[in-house]
Every structure is written in C-alpha cells, then in structure tokens.
Nanobody
Framework: QVQLVESGGGLLQAGGSLRLSCAASGRAFSDYAMAWFRQAPGKEREFVAA????????NYADSVKGRFTISRDNAKNTVYLQMNSLKPEDTAVYYC???????????????????WGQGTQVTVSS
C-alpha cells in the first residue's frame, strides 16, 4: 500500500512559478513510476508528466513541455513538479499517481494506475 499526499498548490498570476510536491508513504517508493495528472473544472483528467522509478526517463504532455519539470528524490520518497511560465489554462486540481508496473511512457495512457493522491488546487489568474 502506498499513500500519496500532494502539497504546494496555490493562487498566482500568469507567468509565475510553482513547485508541487508529492510525499509517498509505504513500501518501496523507488519501485514505482510516478506521474502528475490534472483535472480542470468540467474537463476530464489529463496526463501532465511522468518519471521512471530511477528518474532516468521522463515524459511530458505537449501542453507543458518546456515549462514543467518532473523530478524525484527516492531518499525522501518525494516527487516534484516544477511549473514555470504558468498560464490560466494550467488552472486545475493536480493529482499525484504511482504505479509499479508502468513506465514513464505508459503512465500517460494507463487506465489501471495503482495509487492516487487527493489532489492540490492550482489557480492561475490572467
């Protein structure tokens, strides 16, 4: 069992930066690929970024490529999402996800992700 707790969300103006954190508790965090998804009001949840268990490979949605960076610290059981040049369309609830069997590529399209966090709100004003 893995518990995921996101933090770092908030309200900020367009062009600003924010770093989200996802702290994992439970066993063998380093065995899990990790990802961030988001869901805006009235929209379906969408993939944002993923990182392999080792941190060596990453994958990004086209909409955030070049602006967002996913990273992980296996010693701290934490995954991060650094978000720069934020836009109003980035406004959403951001969710952390973990899966032992997926890769950073396959997490983008998986329907069977093992664990989800409760989400943290990010609001970007224009």
């Amino acid at each position: 069992q893995v518990q995921l707790v996101e933090s770092g969300g908030g309200l900020l103006q367009a062009g600003g930066s924010l770093r989200l954190s996802c702290a994992a508790s439970g066993r063998a965090f380093s065995d899990y690929a990790m990802a961030w998804f988001r869901q805006a009001p009235g929209k379906e949840r969408e993939f944002v970024a993923a990182i392999s268990w080792s941190g060596r490979t990453t994958n990004y949605a086209d909409s955030v490529k070049g602006r967002f960076t996913i990273s992980r610290d296996n010693a701290k059981n934490t995954v991060y999402l650094q978000m720069n040049s934020l836009k109003p369309e980035d406004t959403a609830v951001y969710y952390c996800a973990a899966d032992r069997g997926e890769t950073s590529q396959s997490m983008a399209v998986s329907n069977t992700i093992d664990y989800w966090g409760q989400g943290t709100q990010v609001t970007v004003s224009s």
